[in-house]
């Protein structure tokens, strides 16, 4: 596919953001993201409080942001935007993760999807799931159509879909608060999102923080791993495998990645995607997925022994118990006991001082 090049840079603290313009160049971003129409900048909350690796990075958004204004895309036509989840706040997580000064300083609007428009809409192409797990039609933010999309994910593992990156950046935009539902059938839903995607946006194009990276229990609960890389391209699907094949894994045997390959809606295959910049041969972060409590418990409910209790625990007004219970679990246990640790180790890294910069 003509889309398939893949553009991997080595970067340090020092010089990441003019690298970010780099990579941008180096991957050939305009001819994605024409100028002359509106660019949606999709913003990763993995969780509210900064945690390494886990959404994107403020040298990252400063990194794209400069590179798109300075290459004369008018800020007046470029949206910040992020969701909320039952477990984040867009407009807190903006400010702990430090988008927020860098988006005031350049001129712009950090638009949080709960409070813009949303609507129903019916996608022409048929989709796996979607339509199934939300018979009353599939509600996404007005804003959406018609917009380019660029991508701001990090390098990651998660418990539901073993990675997670560009493909996965949709599902926190597209999909309504209660998105969770689609955790039962997640590769399926991230496959429907591509559909969806191929069909609202124009141009699509994905730039991945890789300069730490998170390894283990994902999207929240990670070890973070110093890697100093930084990916993009204009093949959501190819920078998905890119990433998968850097944590170690074979991107065809994720089945997200593998079923987006088979419909032709990117290409999962390594060796019909071009990689400039790096030379990544040879290079395996030997990363693990885990599950934490949460997840763990989740699976159980909706795929596991205890799927009789679903529709009554996660599907009706008790599923107020969930949200508590994984805030309780992260924000009260993981995150003082286990989390502060790691945070305290990566302040000693280079890219943690830079951090304390922002």
């Known amino acids: 596919m003509s889309n398939s090049k893949v553009a991997v840079l080595k970067t340090r603290p020092e010089t990441v953001v003019e690298d970010y313009g780099r990579l941008l160049h180096l991957a050939e971003y305009g001819r994605f993201i024409p100028q002359d129409q509106d660019t949606l900048l999709k913003l990763n909350l993995s969780w509210t409080k900064y945690f390494p690796a886990c959404s994107s990075q403020p040298w990252q958004v400063e990194g794209l942001v400069k ?19 039952v477990v984040t706040d867009p407009i807190k997580g903006a400010r702990n993760n430090k988008w927020t000064p860098i988006l005031e300083q350049s001129g712009l609007k950090f638009y949080p999807l709960p409070e813009v428009e949303w609507v129903t809409h019916a996608f022409q192409e048929p989709l796996l799931k979607l339509n199934e797990i939300f018979p009353e039609g599939i509600e996404i933010p007005k804003m959406y159509i018609g917009r380019n999309v660029i991508h701001l994910p990090t390098v990651k593992t998660h418990g539901h879909s073993t990675t997670t990156g560009a493909i996965k950046n949709s599902f926190g935009g597209l999909l309504k608060e209660v998105r969770h539902y689609a955790h039962k059938y997640m590769h399926e839903v991230l496959v429907d999102l591509m559909i969806m995607q191929k069909e609202l946006h124009p141009g699509i194009f994905a730039v991945m923080d890789g300069t730490v990276c998170g390894d283990g229990a994902g999207p929240r609960t990670m070890i973070p791993k110093v890697k100093n890389l930084i990916l993009a391209g204009g093949d959501s699907v190819a920078v998905d495998a890119v990433a998968a094949r850097l944590m170690g894994f074979d991107p065809l045997s994720i089945p997200y990645i593998r079923m987006c390959h088979e419909r032709g809606l990117g290409t999962g295959d390594m060796k019909d995607i071009e990689i400039v910049g790096e030379d990544i041969t040879g290079i395996d972060f030997g990363f693990k997925t885990t599950k934490s409590l949460v997840i763990w418990g989740d699976q159980m409910l909706r795929r596991g022994p205890l799927r009789f209790l679903e529709k009554l625990l996660l599907r009706s007004p008790l599923v107020v118990w969930a949200p508590l219970a994984s805030n309780i679990y992260h924000d009260l246990f993981w995150y003082p006991t286990v989390g502060r640790k790691r945070i305290k180790q990566f302040s000693r890294t280079e890219w943690g001082k830079l951090w304390k910069e922002y």
């Open 67 to 85: 590179t798109l204004i300075a290459d004369g895309y008018s800020p007046e036509r470029l949206f910040p935007v992020e969701n909320k989840t």
